[in-house]
């Protein structure tokens, strides 16, 4: 830290996002991407004509995108806003409902950048201890005095809650507003986009980054009461009323509306999950009920460290957490058949 | 507001975006943008190999980009970095060196989202009045206990500040960063980046949307020590990790690289500007001297919202704000030369 960077954020622990080398020569399963191209409608759709128009702005509105995700969601406009990723999103989200007195509410285990985001915003952090074998215990979420972040499936364990579990949560916390981040839920979950309607305390997230191949053009999107959406936007507009560009709204667009080719590759990559599942099983590795693009998968022989780093010499990249709990496992994200394939030869090769 | 709303931010008054017609039909000089294309070499890289590997998330360190800004501007790559818009990386400087005991002082009369930005960060605001012209009181900024935004050019002024000027500014106020926000600088502006190696409370913002055409795909920069630049990065990895999405990585790289399109296009606008502003003088209009893409116009016979609402009428958007000593006036955007012989002809029918 520079000698003027401000005291009140010395403490200030950035996310480490999953290695992205840039030279592609790994088999990378690290960062849970599609290992499917974007629709080819979205291919189709970014010409040279589009191109050419990037010296006009953006619609900050985004108009057009958000038509396009409430017709997808059976949803009016004015209940979905978007952003730069679900990260941003989500960011939105606990800026708009969260502050010093009013903590976030989140598992012991889940995804890293909620405790970042609660660090620069300055906002207490209530930590629910999954069960030993990495359930959620539905016990600690009764009247929470928080914000409540619900992550389903959940990561890096990729275990589901079901819509009336969440719904007992929605009911337990009638005052705070419970936060479903289904980056995941597109692979075998079921969404609560339809609680919508009954629960005004109810933000759903999703992401275009999993499920609709579009990882390296950021979108995400919130749904929830127009009320809700509206405090989002707030946030938006006083920090970059411009926070989609032209491309990617384009891209979101053509992508929500290909139905097919979401549905050929979510069912492909589950139906590939359950396979490779499978077949570690068969090795011997302990692995979580996952319904994400992920396995969370543990080596009766060798630990989660080492392994990682031996199928990294072999040309294969996937995440290892260094942390309680986690160590002795590794999150492996759901690619190919081919290469599902190789990291099953690998795994056999490592004596796994 | 919703009842969940943090009342934290019960105060927050989002910024509000220039008018941006989806349809296209008007002749759009209200928000600044470049009337040229991207660079042809934009054009060129952006096909449908680089779409097809939107999937893969962007490089969260952006070094090829951060490669191509620091070569360009003779800097090292780790003093510089970037974000979606110059917006979130002015954003990001707000968050790292201001705080509720270290304010931000700008002039009174600038770029809207500065007073936005420290209402959404609890960060109080020293407004330094501009003169009676519009010109800067350089007075004003002897040690000021507070972070400093400079914007050079000012808007909607245009006018500039020399180097000499801002390395005044960065003298009197050794123990805090001056951020100089160079958004419109290179249509006639004299840029600060020479002077980061000798002042390392210097950062300096540009952006890609005015003088690289790239306003659609939403690329700013910072540039200034790397001890700075770590502090930007603290907060960007602390926020949105992949900030800068696949294409507009790309489009930025290209943008850079292609200085005789930049070179081109800056040039005729400043000789579009200067032709148009003699052409408003001797129509009796008050100017300043803009060194920007935009020029700062007063009719001696039409009050400023009258004849922005009059020109709409006629298919000419420009911006007014409704506000003290700038509602005489109209913000208009330096366009192609047809957009602004346009300009003048529906000026003289209206009898401005």
């Given amino acids: 830290m520079s000698r003027f960077f401000t005291k009140s954020l010395s403490a200030l ?9 840039q030279d592609m020569q790994y088999i990378k399963l690290n960062t849970n991407e599609s290992p499917f191209p974007p629709s080819p409608r979205v291919l189709e759709a970014i010409d040279r004509e589009e191109v050419s128009r990037l010296y006009l702005y953006s619609d900050p509105d985004c108009r057009a995108l958000i038509g396009a995700i409430a ?9 979905v806003t978007v952003g730069n990723g679900s990260d941003e999103v989500l960011w939105f989200a606990l800026r708009a409902f969260c502050d010093e007195n009013t903590p976030l509410a989140y598992s012991d285990i889940t995804y890293g950048c909620y405790s970042t985001w609660c660090g620069l915003l300055n906002v207490p952090s209530v930590l629910l201890p999954l069960k030993e074998d990495y359930s959620v215990d539905l016990s600690l979420y009764q009247k929470l005095d928080a914000t409540v972040m619900v992550t389903n499936p959940n990561a890096p364990t990729g275990i589901c809650l079901s819509p009336a579990q969440i719904e007992d949560i929605l009911r337990a ?35 275009c980054s999993k499920s609709r191949s579009l990882a390296g ?39 929500m509306e290909d139905e097919d080719y979401f549905r050929l590759c979510t069912r492909t990559v589950a139906e590939t999950r359950d396979r490779t599942a ?31 780093r031996k199928l990294k010499e072999k040309g294969i990249l996937v995440r290892h957490f260094d942390k309680p709990r986690l160590e002795d496992r590794l999150r492996i994200t759901v690619g190919s058949r081919e290469q599902m394939e190789a990291l099953l030869t690998a795994l056999r090769d490592l004596g796994a």
């Avoid at 009320?227 to 970059?240: G, H, M, T, V």
């Fill in 13 to 21: 622990q950035p996310y480490t996002p999953g290695e992205q080398p």
């Fill in 71 to 79: 017709k997808r969601f059976g949803l009016e406009p004015d209940q």
């Fill in 173 to 207: 916390n009638p005052d705070h507003v419970v936060i479903v981040d289904e980056a995941y839920v597109d692979f075998g979950g079921e969404s609560c986009v339809p609680l919508i309607r009954r629960y005004d305390n109810l933000l759903v997230v999703q992401t």
């Fill in 217 to 255: 053009a950021r979108l995400g999107f919130a749904m929830g009461s127009a009320e809700l959406i509206a405090d989002l936007n707030r946030i938006k507009f006083s920090f970059n009323p411009y926070n989609v560009n032209r491309l990617t709204c384009l891209a979101g667009i053509r992508a």
């Fill in 278 to 308: 499978e077949a570690l099983k068969q090795m011997d590795f302990r692995l979580t009920d996952s319904k994400a693009n992920f396995l969370f998968a543990q080596s009766s022989r060798i630990p989660g460290g080492e392994l990682y």
